[in-house]
T-cell receptor, first 113, second 113 residues
Framework: AQSVSQHNHHVILSEAASLELGCNYS??????LFWYVQYPGQHLQLLLK??????LVKGIKGFEAEFIKSKFSFNLRKPSVQWSDTAEYFC???????????FGKGTRLHILP | ETGVTQTPRHLVMGMTNKKSLKCEQH?????MYWYKQSAKKPLELMFV???????ENNSVPSRFSPECPNSSHLFLHLHTLQPEDSALYLC????????????FGEGSRLTVL
């Protein structure tokens, strides 16, 4: 069965620190990959997505993610975080033509001002 | 404003009550979803509807009954729930059930006493 692992459940950083949130998935075929973000009190929204092409994907608010097929990973990065990045981040996988989108448990990011 | 509206935002019910959650999307999408979000657990996919037909039911207990009368509306009928069913229930929509880019509502927070 497909699964998505987010290794960091809770991350605390100071402003201007660099961020990398890990995401690994288990599926050997074609995948579509996503990062969603949920700011406090708000709805889940798409941060970025990978369907095909350049494995380095740029999203909103300075976030990027790199798809490394050999490692089954899709880690999220940001070079310099801001207090407003405090949120919960979810990695998700849609396995090719399957209509199921599987989410990880989420990583709660807290940025200290 | 995501284009996906859920009502009610909060619901408290006893175990013998019958209630319904409603979701409406104004995006012209063809697929709609119910997810359950509980603390410290991955988002759990409950139901998927594509073009008003149910295409996925992840072994959800029968006390949850979905209804999709048209492509813009999705209901989740609740009957004789258990306290462990207390969670945030999220509705989402996507252009179709394949692309996987989800647009979420703000959720209905359910408490079962």
């Amino acid at each position: 069965a497909q699964s998505v692992s987010q290794h960091n459940h809770h991350v605390i950083l100071s402003e201007a620190a660099s961020l990398e949130l890990g995401c690994n998935y288990s599926y050997g075929g074609t995948v579509n990959l996503f990062w969603y973000v949920q700011y406090p009190g708000q709805h889940l929204q798409l941060l970025l997505k990978y369907f095909s092409g350049d494995p380095l994907v740029k999203g909103i608010k300075g976030f990027e993610a790199e798809f490394i097929k050999s490692k089954f990973s899709f880690n999220l990065r940001k070079p310099s975080v801001q207090w407003s990045d405090t949120a919960e981040y979810f990695c998700a996988v849609n396995a090719g033509r399957d209509d199921k989108i599987i989410f990880g448990k989420g990583t709660r990011l807290h940025i200290l001002p | 404003e995501t284009g996906v509206t859920q009502t009610p935002r909060h619901l408290v019910m006893g175990m013998t009550n019958k209630k319904s959650l409603k979701c409406e999307q104004h995006l012209g999408h063809n697929a709609m979803y119910w997810y359950k979000q509980s603390a410290k657990k991955p988002l759990e996919l409950m139901f998927v509807y594509s073009l008003e037909e149910r295409v996925e039911n992840n072994s959800v207990p029968s006390r949850f009954s979905p209804e999709c009368p048209n492509s813009s509306h999705l209901f989740l009928h609740l009957h004789t729930l258990q306290p462990e069913d207390s969670a945030l229930y999220l509705c989402a929509s996507s252009q179709d059930a394949i692309t996987g880019e989800l647009f979420f509502g703000e959720g209905s927070r359910l408490t079962v006493l």
